[in-house]
């Protein structure tokens, strides 16, 4: 079955430490990638996206992702992390069989930066 | 610009009555959709729209009901609401194809 996994669910970070979130895959064939962020009591916000073309993939707020085709992988990473990060993180993966271009997102991930 | 804004922002509802959640774009998009939010499960997809007069089942349709009249508006329906529809409810839109969806602010539904 077709499903997007993020490893962790719960993160805590001190501020300037460096951040990688995980996120797997299952679909074949062509996919777009996506994160999103949400902070506390907003909606999702897109940090960003993948479509083709160069796998490292540069997005708002200093974030970053790689795409590793061979792992079905889009792992999302931040250098240096401050307090304002503090929210939850959503990989999406749209493939070629969503009907009308509908996402499939992972459980999330928590992010918690501590001062 | 507004983008996607939801109506209403918070709901308790008991259960068995009905509701019908409203959303609406501003920004010409060919696709919504609903989605519901729970703890620990992510974002799950209720339905979808492809254009107007369209509708289509997503994960997870039982208990709901959509209506896309018009371009702009999309509503989603309970007709009786259940205890574990209790959840926030995210509508988004887009253009499709390549280019990402847009979210509104959610609604917060309890049902007791």
């Known amino acids: 079955a077709q499903s997007v996994s993020q490893h962790n669910h719960h993160v805590i970070l001190s501020e300037a430490a460096s951040l990688e979130l995980g996120c797997n895959y299952s679909?074949?064939?062509?996919?777009?990638l996506f994160w999103y962020v949400q902070y506390p009591g907003q909606h999702l916000q897109l940090l960003l996206k993948y479509f083709s073309g160069d796998p490292l993939v540069k997005g708002i707020k200093g974030f970053e992702a790689e795409f590793i085709k061979s792992k079905f992988s889009f792992n999302l990473r931040k250098p240096s992390v401050q307090w304002s990060d503090t929210a939850e993180y959503f990989c999406?993966?749209?493939?070629?069989?969503?009907?009308?271009?509908?996402?499939?997102f992972g459980k999330g991930t928590s992010l918690l930066v501590t001062p | 610009n507004a983008g996607v804004t939801q109506t209403p922002k918070f709901r308790v509802l008991k259960t068995g009555q009905s509701m019908t959640l409203l959303c609406a774009q501003d920004m010409n998009h060919e696709y919504m959709y609903w989605y519901r939010q729970d703890p620990g499960m992510g974002l799950r997809l209720i339905h979808y729209?492809?254009?107007?007069?369209?509708?289509a089942k997503g994960e997870v349709p039982d208990g709901y009901n959509v209506s896309r009249l018009k371009k702009q508006n999309f509503l989603l329906g309970l007709e009786s609401a259940a205890p574990s529809q209790t959840s926030v409810y995210f509508c988004?839109?887009?253009?499709?194809?390549?280019?990402?969806?847009?979210f509104g602010d959610g609604t917060r539904l309890s049902i007791l």
């Open positions: 679909y074949g064939g062509t996919v777009n």
């Open positions: 729209s492809v254009g107007e007069g369209t509708t």
């Open positions: 999406a993966v749209r493939s070629n069989s969503n009907s009308g271009y509908a996402l499939n």
């Open positions: 988004a839109s887009g253009e499709g194809g390549l280019q990402p969806q847009h």
